[in-house]
């Protein structure tokens, strides 16, 4: 079972920065797309930043310019620095990855548990 894991949330106070990790695990072939997303209370879950394979990325635009996706394709691993936090960034923010699974291309998307930042003086 391929899965992704997120490390690296935490508490941080306004203008501060944290980076988040996206471990994968499990039996791929590789891993396509990877993204970040976020869910406030009370809010629905909105896309932060994807990142593909090659390296193009697409940043919400209350993230451009403060965060940053990126990945290392060696590890399977997805990360996402975020700068000059504001307590609006809190949230849960979950990643997800697209697995290659089969020998003919055939692919799945998970999601990771999520992993809390709290933006608080």
């Known amino acids: 079972q391929v899965q992704p894991e997120e490390y690296g949330g935490g508490s941080v106070q306004p203008g501060g920065s944290l980076r988040l990790s996206c471990l994968t695990s499990?039996?791929?072939?590789?891993?396509?797309?990877m993204g970040w997303y976020r869910q406030a209370p009370g809010n629905e879950r909105e896309l932060v930043a994807t990142?593909?394979?090659?390296?193009?990325?697409k940043y919400a635009d209350f993230a451009k310019g403060r965060f940053t996706i990126s990945r290392d394709n060696g590890k399977n691993t997805g990360y996402l620095q975020m700068n000059r936090l504001k307590p609006e960034d809190t949230a849960v923010y979950y990643c997800?990855?697209?697995?290659?699974?089969?020998?003919?291309?055939?692919?799945?998307?998970?999601w990771g548990q999520g992993t809390q930042v709290t933006v608080s003086s």
């Open positions: 997800n990855a697209e697995f290659v699974v089969t020998a003919e291309g055939g692919k799945t998307i998970r």
């Open positions: 499990g039996r791929a072939r590789g891993v396509e797309t």
């Open positions: 990142i593909t394979r090659e390296g193009i990325t």
